[in-house]
């Protein structure tokens, strides 16, 4: 199945949220307004009833109730509850994909996304978003849901020898003639989602081959490995001291402090329930 007859299946998805696609729009842009932000969210109930579940969880406790939009824009930062709503908004919108066992495809893309927040955020390099790597992890893996729609039962054959250790974009590759990674940036740009998203969904898997470097693409890529080592088994200080340093060593890191941090974050609780209710 070539990339454009993949994409003929892509009216199986519903539309991106347009909250989510104007959130996600603003994130190249430094001057929004936290009123417009506020009063975009606000347009839609569900996005923001689960924002404020988030809020009010464990992870996010303030030390009191937050019962608005705007509190939360308050006591949670404007670039944190962006991204909230992007990823409430991006889990709401993939349901019942063929083959995909959706609360796993999540854990994974949350987790993903918060180690890679954590990476960016001890990051020396200037002008970074740490809120730009959440969202590049929660969909790094969104181009496997499309392929999923696409041909199930090749994904169900890929999806089972990738649980005994094979390489899933040679795979992919080879049966496709494209990668997860591949449609994902695809998926990314015909949903008008900013370039540096798209760029580093492109070269998750191979970082160092963009040019210019991607530190995204590279943080993702960190992230990825840290939780597939984590999830089969590895101890957490193992598989952080296992993080290639060719790839490590471009996004000049703080090791100390976030080897702290990385450890509290893979260790915490996630807040998943929330975002699938």
Same mark, same amino acid.
């Given at each position: 199945m070539s990339l454009d007859s993949l994409f003929e299946h892509i009216h199986k998805l519903p539309s991106v949220p347009a909250v989510v696609a104007e959130l996600m729009a603003s994130l190249e842009n430094d001057r929004i307004s936290v009123h417009r932000v506020s009063a975009t969210i606000r347009k839609d109930p569900n996005l923001s009833l689960k924002l404020l579940r988030s809020a009010n969880s464990v992870r996010y406790g303030v030390g009191r109730n937050v019962s608005s939009i705007d509190d939360a824009l308050l006591l949670l930062g404007f670039d944190r509850v962006r991204t909230l709503v992007i990823a409430s908004g991006m889990v709401g919108m993939l349901k019942d994909v063929?083959?995909?066992? %959706?609360? $796993?495809?999540? @854990?994974? #893309?949350?987790?993903?996304?918060?180690? #890679?927040?954590?990476?960016?955020?001890?990051? @020396?390099?200037? =002008?970074?978003?740490? +809120? $730009? =790597?959440?969202?590049?992890?929660i969909l790094h893996h969104v181009g496997s849901a499309l392929?999923?729609?696409?041909?199930?039962?090749?994904?169900?054959?890929?999806? *089972?020898?990738?649980? /005994?250790?094979?390489? %899933?974009?040679?795979? +992919? =590759?080879? /049966?496709?003639? &494209?990668?997860? #990674?591949?449609?994902?940036?695809?998926?990314? @740009? %015909?949903? %008008?989602?900013? !370039?540096?998203?798209?760029? *580093?969904?492109t070269y998750q898997d191979n970082p160092l081959e963009a040019v210019p470097f991607s530190p995204y693409a590279a943080a993702v890529h960190l992230a990825i490995g840290l939780y597939r080592n984590i999830a089969n088994g590895r101890r957490e200080e193992h598989a952080l001291g296992e993080m290639p340093k060719e790839i490590r060593r471009p996004l000049a890191l703080d090791l100390?402090?976030? &080897?702290?941090?990385?450890? /509290?974050?893979?260790? #915490?609780?996630? !807040?998943?329930?929330i975002f699938l209710s």
């Open positions: 063929p083959g995909l066992d %959706r609360k $796993t495809f999540w @854990r994974e #893309s949350f987790m993903v996304a918060s180690i #890679s927040r954590t990476i960016v955020r001890h990051s @020396r390099l200037e =002008a970074l978003s740490p +809120e $730009t =790597a959440f969202t590049c992890g392929m999923h729609i696409g041909d199930p039962a090749l994904m169900g054959r890929i999806d *089972a020898l990738v649980e /005994q250790g094979a390489p %899933r974009a040679e795979l +992919e =590759a080879n /049966q496709f003639g &494209y990668t997860f #990674s591949e449609v994902g940036s695809e998926l990314g @740009r %015909r949903w %008008r989602f900013p !370039e540096t998203i798209c760029v *580093a969904l100390l402090t976030l &080897y702290e941090e990385i450890l /509290q974050v893979v260790r #915490s609780d996630d !807040e998943l329930d």
